[in-house]
Structures are given as C-alpha cells and as structure tokens.
C-alpha cells in the first residue's frame, strides 16, 4: 500500500516538474523569439536614424560634446538675449523715398531661463519677451506708428544623437499684440513649435509652425496675411565674422505665397556681438496695425546678436 502510493506520488511529481520545465523553457525561447525579431527591428530603426541625421547634420567639432555644450548652456545667466536686437532705417524699395514710405525700426528680445535642463526627459521652461516697434522719424514729432509686443512662455528641449548637439525643439505659448484700442486693436494667440538645427558649424536650419487663436475682432483674417508657419536657414562665417539669414513665412491659403525676410550681418569689432545690419523685407503681416498692407522695404543699422542661437 505505502509502496503503491509512493509509486503513485513520484509520477505525478515528474509530470508537474516536466510540465514548469516546459513551460520555462517556451517561455525563455518566446523571449527570446521577441528579443530576436526586436533587435533587427531597433537595428535597422537606429540605421536609418543614423542615415537621416549623417545627411542632414554634418562633423563638428564644436558641435560633438553635447553634454559639455547643454552644461554650457545650464550655465549661461537666466536672463540674456532671446531674438536678435536691432535698430535700422530704411525706405520702399523702386520708389521715390518720402516720410510715408520711409521709416525706423527695432526690435528688443530677452529672454529668462526658470528651469536648466533638469526637467524629465532635460527639457526646461522659459518665459520670452519681444517687442517690435515702427517709428516714423521722418515726419513732425516723430511718432511711433505701431508697437508690437509678443510675450511667451515655452518649453524646450535639446536634440542629441550619439554625443552630437543637433539643436533644440520648443513648445510655446505665445501672445501678439499692438496695445491699441478700437479701430487701431489687433490682437491673436498661438501655441508653437519650434526647432533649430545646427547642420554644421557654418549651417543653421530653424522652423515653426503654430496653431492661430484669434482673439482681435478687428484682425480676424490676420492669418491670411501673417501666414501660419515659417522656415529658414542662417549661414555664419568663420568665428562668426559675418552672417546671412533667410526667413520665408507661409501665408494663408493653398498657392505659394510668402512672406519673405533676409538680413546680412557684418561684425563691427572682433571681441563683441554687434554687427552692420542691412534688412530686406517683402511681403504682409510685418506690423500688426498694417498687417494688410503689402511692403517691400530695405533698412540699414545696427544689431546685436545672442551669443547662443541668433533668431529673428
């Protein structure tokens, strides 16, 4: 009796032990069937990743220590330069010049880091402000014809392969405004996003694309002429002597139409950021109150550059 229950207990813990055997080892080679299918997956992801970027982004070396350039840029003082600021005079290009059609402009920009890149996944929050104003220093008492003001708040994030800085991404919230009342109001939000690509040490890319919310009764149409999206692409001689920059901004609608701005920059002295700036714009939507009107105008003056990224 006592033999046959052993006899009876000892198969039917082998079967058991079989069966957890079994179903280990499926188990492990299920693993290892996902493991062998996933590899080639991510492999072959990872080679095209490094295809898209080796011909999008050339050798650097200034540009191939991204953690000592992100440390640099934690480093850098909170508050400091955002977009380029600068102060030009000019007229309407193939015309007579006139005190209608001749004019001032500048633009102040700053910026205020409240994070480093500490953030999950090293992103950090910044607050921005820019103001635009149109000054018409050629008439009696030299009014201002129209300021723009544009505060933002925004996310931002460092693009990194394999050590190499690629540039950054943003997310920003943004508001424009003249600060006018009545007829003379215009004003509209947008949320952004951004990405400026440093291709190489002489070659930037940068773009934005946002999503309108208008809130001025009187500029309901401004995405028409102001346009919803703008790329462009800044080269940079050696150490920075010289600059050029193009920035074409879609407006509304299906055909081609642009609004277009380029700019050549000089540096005036080698151990500072100030440069001779002469300014091209064609096309609507450069001041808010006129955003209607169509411009082709060329300016000349002074600018000074962020020491980090230069953005119009």
Not at 238 to 265: D, E, I, Q, W
Request: charged share 25%; net charge positive.
């Amino acid at each position: 009796m006592g033999v046959e229950l052993q006899g009876d207990t000892v198969p039917q813990n082998t079967h058991e032990e079989k069966y957890r055997k079994k179903h280990r080892h499926n188990k492990h080679s299920e693993n290892h069937r996902k493991d062998s299918v996933g590899s080639p997956v991510r492999a072959f992801l990872d080679h095209q990743a490094d295809v898209i970027v080796g011909s999008m982004f050339g050798p650097s070396k200034q540009l191939s220590n991204a953690d000592s350039l992100i440390n640099k840029f934690d480093a850098m003082p909170s508050f400091g330069i955002y977009k380029d600021n600068y102060f030009v005079v000019g007229t309407d290009m193939f015309e007579k010049p006139t005190s209608d059609n001749s004019d001032a402009k500048f633009q102040v920009s700053i910026r205020q880091k409240l994070t480093n890149s500490t953030l999950p996944f090293k992103t950090y929050f910044f607050l921005t402000y820019t103001q635009k104003a149109f000054w018409d220093v050629f008439k009696e008492s030299f009014p201002f014809r129209d300021l723009n003001y544009n505060p933002t708040i925004g996310l931002g994030r460092a693009l990194v392969r394999h050590n190499r800085f690629l540039g950054t991404i943003t997310l920003q919230f943004e508001h424009e405004s003249n600060g006018k009342g009545g007829d003379d109001s215009r004003s509209w939000n947008k949320i952004s996003f951004g990405t400026n690509l440093t291709l190489n040490d002489r070659w930037t890319l940068h773009s934005k694309a946002w999503i309108p919310i208008v809130d001025g009764t009187n500029n309901k149409n401004i995405v028409k002429y102001a346009g919803w999206g703008q790329i462009g692409m800044d080269y940079s001689g050696p150490r920075r002597k010289y600059t050029f920059s193009c920035l074409v901004t879609k407006r509304g609608g299906f055909n081609l139409n642009a609004n277009v701005t380029a700019n050549f920059a000089v540096r005036l002295f080698s151990d500072d950021n100030q440069y001779l700036f002469v300014e091209y714009y064609n096309g609507y939507g450069e001041s808010m109150l006129e955003y209607k009107q169509y411009r082709q105008r060329l300016r000349l003056g002074i600018v000074i550059k962020p020491d980090f990224f230069s953005m119009h």
